[in-house]
């Protein structure tokens, strides 16, 4: 799994994620101080979702790409502590290995 935190995006970037999002494209995230992208094996990626929307008030969206190795990326908009408590929080779940 791979993990970055942009912090303050450029109009550039929020442009290429909103045009590779899998909502709506009019569907836009409120108050993006900063954008979490994680990207790996879809599973953990559903996992990563779940734990980042339950710490903290984030939108979490998935980002379309051509991956052969079946892999997914995702984007997390929101303010940039909330994007970093989520992004902790991913980690910190995928990290576990109880299969409860």
Same mark, same amino acid.
């Given at each position: 799994? #791979?993990?970055?935190?942009?912090?303050?995006?450029?109009?550039?970037?929020i442009?290429?994620l909103?045009r590779?999002?899998?909502?709506?494209? #009019?569907?836009?995230?409120a108050?993006?101080? %900063?954008?979490? !992208?994680v990207?790996g094996?879809?599973i /953990?990626m559903?996992v990563a979702?779940?734990? %980042?929307q339950?710490s903290? #008030?984030?939108t979490?969206?998935?980002?379309?790409?051509?991956?052969?190795q079946?892999? !997914?990326? !995702?984007?997390?908009f929101? /303010?940039?502590? %909330?994007?970093?408590?989520a992004?902790? %929080?991913?980690? /910190?779940? !995928?990290? /576990?290995?109880d299969?409860q």
């Amino acid at each position: 799994m #791979d993990m970055r935190i942009i912090r303050h995006p450029s109009q550039g970037t929020i442009d290429i994620l909103y045009r590779r999002k899998g909502s709506p494209r #009019d569907v836009v995230p409120a108050n993006i101080g %900063a954008v979490g !992208l994680v990207q790996g094996k879809v599973i /953990e990626m559903i996992v990563a979702s779940d734990a %980042a929307q339950k710490s903290v #008030d984030v939108t979490v969206e998935d980002i379309k790409g051509n991956c052969p190795q079946n892999m !997914l990326m !995702l984007a997390i908009f929101g /303010e940039t502590a %909330a994007v970093e408590t989520a992004m902790r %929080a991913i980690k /910190e779940r !995928l990290e /576990e290995t109880d299969f409860q």
